[in-house]
């Protein structure tokens, strides 16, 4: 390639450097170290290499030091010239090469999330399923993995049961009974009997045939008064129910339904047969409008005695003559989660708000079941509580706050795998077993691996558990269906829950 020069300059136009003899300024020493050069090409080409060596190696000792964290001492380095060369013609002492400085590293750095693909998006749109609340969470990991308002409160229907048990394991103990007692009255011949709350009281001898498994028996409770009097004749019965204070229905049931033609749930008084039901070996019948009438007309009959009943209160320190006790709170809670019963939960929220001091009213039972929740270590804010057998629509508890309790009762935390072992399976027992046409179908590829609470009021289906999912993981969840909704949101929370079931650890929240 020819250069052409700058005109009027003689300056050269492209990007080469003119030879300085040609401009006139050569130096005597330059023209010294060139003609050494020409005369001894191969010399002086190993003496250049030597120098570019040692000035890369001094830059890099300088690197070494900043990033080992050790420094290095290097003392100047240069090249020596062929013998023939004069002093002038020595390579002069190189610059030193910047340290150089190491790149910053975060000192976390943040994994990268997981995506998972396997969506049950479109189930969740389900219309049947109204305005759905929901969440699951990864019962190992803790991880959310899925969630439609989780953190919004909302009606529970029975699955407020977990929460009355947790409660009730927590505040009475694992072993606690319920008792029914007769005491001496202030008169001769006169015996008060002191109901304790007992809902599973049975006017059935030995309690054979009783809804209530193990349930005691009032006319045991009349022989052994008759034994303790001794031949003494009763005189006069007075009847304390004062541990219950009223109203004996809370205000925000429908009395007709669940009493009458649900024939779930009972007036709330101290002293009852059988959960007052019409009949005592059904899981639903009809109640009365006098539980305490009821069960005291069988206390008469089996003292064998139609002597005058009146309402008090036991004298101070009266002398025992007759008890009798309910099976432990193991016991009672057990069948009343596989059955759903509102008599057993309503009896157990009572006598938590009573134990803990918040009082022994339907309106003590918020503060009461609340406390008992409270050595849990789940932050309990925005739940409220109305009854403990969750019939009201004013309960209101978030899906997120199930989904943590079901770890706990999951793993058996502080007694709370007797909640477990009373969770009805999907498609096995309880009122996800046969005959309440759940898990069926399609949804039957879950059947035995979903252990949940049912619930049911009138704005709303609820559903909530532990799915031992497809690939092995254990979800926790919660499912509300709330709203205008049918019979048929059911069959779509099973639906659902189907696909938590398949997706397990894959489930996505999109």
């Known amino acids: ?68 964290g050790e420094s290095a001492a290097a003392g100047p380095a240069t090249a020596s010239a062929h013998p023939s060369a004069t002093p002038a013609q020595k390579t002069p002492t190189p610059t030193p090469t910047p340290t150089a400085t190491a790149r910053p590293v975060p000192a976390n750095q943040v994994a990268a999330a997981r995506i998972r693909t396997c969506s049950v998006a479109s189930l969740a749109q389900d219309g049947r399923l ?17 969630d439609r308002n989780g953190g919004k409160p909302g ?13 009730a394991l927590a505040t009475l103990g694992p072993d606690y009974r319920v008792q029914t007692r007769v005491v001496a009255g202030s008169a001769p011949g006169q015996v008060v009997i002191i109901g304790g709350g007992d809902v599973t009281l049975s006017r059935l001898p030995g309690g054979q045939g009783a809804f209530y498994t193990g349930a005691p028996s009032i006319a045991d409770l009349a022989a052994q008064t008759k034994q303790a009097l001794g031949g003494q004749p009763v ?18 049931w429908d009395e007709h339904e669940e009493r009458v033609v649900e024939g779930s749930t009972p007036y709330m008084t101290a002293l009852m047969v059988d959960g007052d039901r019409d009949d005592p070996g059904a899981v639903e019948s009809p109640r009365s ?66 134990k803990t001091g918040a009082g022994n009213t339907f309106d003590a039972e918020n503060a009461g079941v609340l406390a008992g929740l409270k050595g849990y270590g789940i932050d309990t804010t925005g739940i409220h509580i109305a009854d403990g057998s969750g019939l ?27 909640v477990y072992n009373g969770l009805p399976v999907s498609g096995q027992s309880g009122t996800l077993g046969p005959g309440y046409s759940r898990f069926t179908g399609a949804n039957s590829v879950a059947r035995g691996a979903v252990h949940a609470k049912t619930g049911w009021i009138n704005n709303g289906y609820t559903l909530a558990g532990i799915v031992d999912s497809a690939d092995g993981t254990k979800l926790t969840f919660a499912v509300f269906a709330l709203g205008p909704v049918s019979d048929n949101a059911k069959q779509a929370i099973d639906t659902l829950v189907t696909g938590f079931y398949k997706c397990g650890d894959n489930l996505s929240n999109n």
């Open 235 to 252: 005189t006069s019965i007075v009847v304390d129910t004062s541990l219950f204070a009223g109203p004996q229905w809370q205000p925000s």
């Open 289 to 354: 409008t006098d539980p305490v009438g009821r069960a005291v007309t069988y206390f008469q009959q089996f003292l064998g005695t139609s002597v005058p009943v009146s309402s008090g209160t036991a004298p101070a320190g009266a002398r025992q003559l007759a008890v009798v006790q309910s099976q432990p709170v193991t016991t009672l809670i057990d069948q009343a989660m596989q059955y759903s019963d509102n008599t057993i939960m309503e009896e157990l929220a009572r006598l938590v708000a009573i």
């Open 155 to 167: 009606p529970t229907a029975s699955v407020l049961k977990t929460l009355t048990s947790a409660a």
């Open 130 to 146: 109204g305005n759905l609340e929901a969440q699951v969470v990864n019962a190992t990991t803790g991880e959310t993995l899925f």
């Open 392 to 418: 009201s629509g004013d309960n209101a508890v978030p899906p997120s706050y199930l989904t943590k309790l079901f770890v706990k009762v999951m793993n058996g935390d502080n007694g709370l795998g007797v």
């Open 1 to 68: 390639m020819h250069e052409t020069e700058e005109p009027g300059t003689g300056a050269p136009t492209g990007r080469r450097t003119a030879d300085p003899r040609r401009s006139g300024r050569v130096s005597a020493a330059t023209a010294g170290v060139m003609a050494a050069i020409r005369k001894h090409p191969k010399t002086w080409i190993a003496a250049g290499g030597a120098a570019a060596l040692i000035i890369l190696g001094t830059g890099s000792v300088a690197l070494g030091a900043t990033v080992g």
